[in-house]
């Protein structure tokens, strides 16, 4: 069940935690002993903005119990708009953090998405880091798998045989929401994360920005520059100039509640 004690700021469309990234850990650890599933959102300001667009997309985040603040501007957003956003938690680093967490509680794990071969080296470098990590399976679906409701449903049922306890999701924002939906029907009492690109980079096939980048809200000029071609559009003429409006809509947001006491 959701934490209602948990704080929580408006950002867009999104309702997002003010957590850390061990908070989260320790949320979903305490979910599994009380045999409780759910799933975590990523939010970077590329989700964000589609589901500020998109009332659709905004419902099917809202059906997670954790959306975070995978991006500096929503943390920026969260603080302007009064609440305090402790940190940005991405899915690249909650791969990790959520696989040591798997390891100490004795659970397993499930990487699903990413290139054929990719989501195996991934868990063979989570399995060396983290010693005693159980793997319940990996899955490469084919290129356009959602749009077959055949291959969609053997997705599903080869992570279901596998009853994992936490399940590595990377395919995207909304495909991996998408897909999360219908394993979560399946597997109620596992946890969902929506990673991304994070099992290419925790199986090593790219690396993240510097830790003094990522604090400065740079990354995304890290990603931009490893592909341009794939990113530029959406880094540049969509994601950039939201991120400012999202700025400013947060100062009206303080201002207004400010103005209102």
Known sequence: MPDISQARVRVGALDVWAV????????????????????IVTANVDIVRAATRRPELAALVAESEMVVADGMPVVWAGRLAGVRVPERVTG?????????????????????GGEPGVPEKAADVLSSKYPGLRVAGTDSPPFGFDTSPDDTAAAVAKAVEAKPDLVLVGLGFPKQERLIRLLRAELPQAWFLGCGAGIPMAAGEFRRAPGVVQNLGAEWLHRLALEPRRLAKRYLRDDLPFAFRLLGSALRTRFGNRTGE
């Open 92 to 112: 690249a680093s909650l791969v990790f953090t959520l696989a040591e967490a798997a390891a100490r509680e004795d659970r397993s794990i499930y990487l699903l």
């Open 20 to 39: 850390s990234e061990s908070g989260v850990a320790d949320h979903v650890t305490e979910a599994w002993r009380r045999s409780e599933g759910g799933a």
